[in-house]
């Protein structure tokens, strides 16, 4: 670790509050990188693309919430993460091609 543990020890820093720290940054840092894209998503109206981020982020998080209460779950943790990421992003996929062809079709 580039920063030594035992000169914040003195000021009475645990290695938990280092992380703490440094989980709060990186949530700052990803707050102030992500604000701009979705003010511009709400100018546009793209509420099938907020929708479809909250859901995700929705299902992402009650999938980890069961592995951490349910103890036989981490066995296939992996496997179906990896399944549940692949259908997100075709769901993804398909709610993009459908707002294309409607936007083709609108247009003729």
């Not at 938990?16 to 990186?26: D, E, P, R, S």
């Amino acid at each position: 670790m580039f920063i030594k543990l035992s000169h914040l020890s003195a000021l009475g820093l645990n290695e938990n509050h280092v992380y703490l720290i440094f989980i709060i940054i990186g949530v700052l840092v990803c707050y102030f990188i992500i604000q701009p894209f979705i003010e511009w998503f709400v100018v546009l109206q793209s509420a099938k693309l907020l929708s479809y981020i909250v859901s995700s982020l929705f299902v992402i998080l009650i999938f980890f919430t069961i592995t951490i209460f349910v103890p036989t779950m981490s066995q296939p943790f992996f496997t179906i993460l990896d399944m549940l990421l692949k259908v997100i992003a075709i769901f993804g996929v398909l709610l993009g091609l459908y707002g294309g062809i409607r936007y083709l079709i609108r247009k003729t």
